[in-house]
């Protein structure tokens, strides 16, 4: 280890599978952001968010108090045009991955592409409901389009309202009303919220922000949402499932395919086409034992959830994967990728093939996916990561991999609660209500280099489940605690007393894996589902909830804030600081101001430990607000009472009628 702190792997990351492979890239003199990190000195002005560069009179920096834009703009202004910028360039992202989703459901409805079905047509039945399709009397591919066109339409509505609002309680459907943010459609919020935000045109700070929720509303409950239940649809909806987690999911002795990125659809097919036996004949023709497919990011938990295959890691191990030296190819769509990935990739033997028409990356292979048939060319890049695979160089394989339990969609967790018989969410209400579970919280996110990565998301959960606060968590945060144990029912043993006996009871983690980003949309439909129950208010905002992004980085963890706000809830986001707290007047509008106008607020807060000391305050505020008991976990099982958890096997058996 260098002598340098700056440098010392023992600063960078708490998994030890990281920390041996950032050692191992400084010995091979690869950078990696690990490394670049170091190098980058991020411009205090634009970090504070006052730095205006909407035209070209400037860059303007406000950094003198009372100064002004070239314009005249405000920090602001300038802060909240900023902002709302951001929230745009996220719900864009998220919500053009619905459109492509929507598109190919269309595609197989009407015939126009092989290799890929409808696996959930209770999904379908249900989605089609919600979107006021008639079913009766129609054919699953005439439904099916209907849902396809339906989800469409959102997209480029003008007037109106997106569909799935109506999942929400109707309280916060009134208030949307209100407020004049219900979204009309998905692209039209976000093109409104390029113009306001364009040099000369919306100034006022409250009414430019206010847009930015209405913009992000389309993201959670229109695109995000419909991205949701398509890849249900298409690809099978999430049931509980064991599985495995870290760089120790590589095998030295089989073909290694790492899918990263985004869509459903890429590692669908990756994997599909691996399991092909003329795949597997051609790799032990090379002297593989067999294909091993293994994910980053969000690819990883598509994949994941309905297949079982194993993440290498989340966010920040993208290079390191490359850096074992036997990943033969790695094979990317869209989001969260590195540029670097493809001078990694030379520095080894690995085959870096890029998928999207959306995005070309500088020195990899270029093999878009055929629309009408994604097989074949899923073949094709499997081929070329077996002809690969004797030319490895420079192995190392960290020893470290973790079980865990993926899988919990919403479907999956009344299920989970209440089986066939009684599928419910009345005993998450009733826990919630008795005081064994304290709340809930949504810990969600990517990994920020800025920061040591993984230690905010287990510190965090660790303290959460301790006072008998169950987790839900997506993305590369789900990811990073599930390298740490916290996603298998042994973890229940760290959980506190009321927590445990619902654990015992159910077989369950104390932290449910709900999916992908995307799928955060899967949390908004818990909630409301809650509300719905019974018992614990009219609304998201009375629920003893919050929610969480520890280690944030991109647009898209703001589009994600800003919906859940925008819903009701209190928002923290944690590592590094807040990007408009160069304007005390913005940082009181998405705080107080939003808390005024739709009843949740976001705050910026870099420890952890004020994270959980707000979160448990903010639970035990609504716990009040509610009339509900004081929490007491004395009066449950005393701690190490339990016996050993164990997946239960009803836990793990997926319903007959929903597949």
């Given at each position: 280890m260098g002598e340098n702190k700056a440098k010392d792997s023992r600063n960078k990351t708490i998994d030890p599978a990281a920390a041996q492979l950032i050692r191992k890239a400084e010995k091979d003199g690869v950078s990696t952001a690990f490394s670049r990190v170091d190098e980058m000195r991020p411009c205090s002005i634009g970090m504070t968010g006052i730095c205006c560069?909407?035209?070209?009179?400037?860059?303007?920096?406000?950094?003198?108090?009372?100064?002004?834009?070239?314009?005249?703009?405000?920090?602001?202004?300038?802060?909240?045009?900023?902002?709302?910028?951001?929230?745009?360039?996220?719900s864009a992202a998220h919500s053009d991955h619905g459109r492509d989703v929507a598109m190919m459901l269309r595609a197989v409805a009407k015939g126009e592409t092989t290799?890929?079905?409808?696996?959930?047509e209770t999904k379908l039945m249900n989605v089609a409901a919600d979107l006021g399709i008639d079913t009766e009397g129609r054919s699953v591919n005439e439904i099916a389009l209907a849902v396809a066109e339906e989800a469409l339409a959102n997209f480029g509505r003008q007037e109106g309202e997106l569909s799935l609002l109506?999942?929400?309680?109707?309280?916060?459907?009134?208030?949307?009303?209100?407020?004049?943010?219900?979204?009309?459609?998905?692209?039209?919020?976000?093109?409104?919220?390029?113009?306001?935000?364009?040099?000369?045109?919306?100034?006022?700070?409250?009414?430019?922000?206010?847009?930015?929720?209405?913009?992000?509303?389309?993201?959670?409950?229109?695109g995000s949402m419909l991205a949701t239940d398509i890849q249900d649809i298409l690809f099978g909806t999430p049931w509980a499932r064991r599985g495995q987690v870290n760089l120790g999911v590589l095998k030295e002795d089989e073909v290694n395919i790492i899918t990263h990125g985004h869509e459903a659809l890429l590692s669908e097919m990756i994997v599909a086409a691996s399991r092909d036996p003329e795949m597997i004949k051609l790799a032990e023709s090379k002297g593989a034992k067999g294909i091993n497919v293994a994910g980053i990011c969000c690819s990883?938990?598509?994949?994941?959830?309905?297949?079982?295959?194993?993440p290498a890691g989340n966010f920040l191990h993208q290079e390191l994967a490359i850096v074992t030296g036997v990943?033969?190819?790695?094979?990317?769509?869209?989001?969260?990728?590195?540029?670097?990935?493809a001078d990694v990739a030379a520095s080894y033997h690995t085959k870096l093939v890029a998928t999207s028409k959306k995005a070309k990356i500088t020195g990899a292979e270029y093999m878009v996916f055929d629309e009408q048939n994604p097989l074949a060319t899923a073949k094709d890049i499997v081929r070329l990561a077996i002809e690969n695979y004797p030319n490895r160089?420079?192995?190392?394989?960290?020893?470290?991999?973790?079980?865990?339990?993926?899988?919990?969609?919403?479907?999956?967790?009344?299920?989970?609660l209440g089986g066939e018989y009684r599928n419910t969410l009345r005993p998450l209400n009733d826990a919630i209500m008795e005081g064994r579970i304290m709340g809930l919280a949504g810990v969600v996110g990517c990994n920020n280099p800025r920061v040591e990565q993984d230690a905010a998301h287990r510190y965090i959960v660790e303290e959460l489940i301790k006072n008998d606060v169950l987790v839900v968590q997506t993305g590369c945060g789900a990811i990073a605690n599930a390298k740490y144990g916290l996603l298998l029912?042994?973890?229940?043993?760290?959980?506190?007393?009321?927590?445990?006996?619902?654990?015992?009871?159910?077989?369950?983690?104390?932290?449910?894996?709900?999916?992908?980003?995307?799928?955060?949309?899967?949390?908004?439909?818990?909630?409301?589902?809650?509300?719905?129950?019974?018992?614990?208010?009219?609304?998201?905002?009375?629920?003893?909830?919050?929610?969480?992004?520890?280690?944030?980085?991109?647009?898209k963890a703001l589009a994600i804030g800003a919906y859940f706000v925008a819903s009701g809830a209190y928002v923290i986001f944690g590592g590094v600081d807040s990007p408009v707290k160069g304007s005390p007047e913005v940082e009181n509008l998405i705080g107080d101001g939003w808390q005024n106008q739709v009843k949740g607020r976001l705050e910026f807060v870099t420890d952890p430990a004020e994270i959980v000391r707000k979160s448990l305050d903010h639970i035990k505020e609504r716990r009040a607000a509610l009339g509900l008991s004081e929490y007491k976990p004395g009066k449950y099982v005393r701690v190490g009472a339990l016996k050993s958890f164990n997946a239960a096997p009803s836990m793990l058996r997926t319903p007959h009628q929903s597949r």
């Open positions: 560069k909407n035209c070209y009179m400037g860059p303007c920096r406000l950094n003198k108090p009372d100064s002004r834009g070239i314009c005249g703009a405000t920090a602001a202004t300038v802060a909240a045009r900023n902002l709302t910028r951001a929230i745009a360039g996220g290799g890929i079905h409808i696996s959930d109506n999942r929400a309680p109707a309280e916060r459907q009134q208030l949307w009303k209100k407020e004049g943010i219900a979204p009309r459609g998905v692209d039209r919020e976000i093109v409104e919220a390029m113009h306001r935000t364009t040099m000369g045109v919306d100034t006022d700070p409250e009414h430019i922000l206010t847009h930015s929720l209405k913009t992000a509303l389309g993201d959670g409950w229109g990883s938990n598509e994949t994941l959830a309905r297949q079982g295959v194993p990943a033969d190819a790695m094979v990317v769509d869209v989001q969260c990728i590195f540029q670097s990935l160089k420079n192995t190392e394989i960290p020893d470290y991999l973790s079980d865990l339990v993926a899988g919990f969609s919403h479907e999956y967790i009344r299920y989970m029912p042994e973890a229940m043993a760290q959980a506190g007393p009321g927590l445990k006996e619902i654990g015992e009871a159910v077989g369950m983690p104390p932290v449910l894996h709900m999916g992908s980003c995307v799928d955060n949309s899967r949390i908004l439909t818990i909630l409301s589902d809650v509300i719905s129950e019974g018992g614990l208010g009219d609304d998201i905002s009375d629920l003893p909830a919050v929610g969480i992004a520890p280690e944030w980085m991109s647009e």
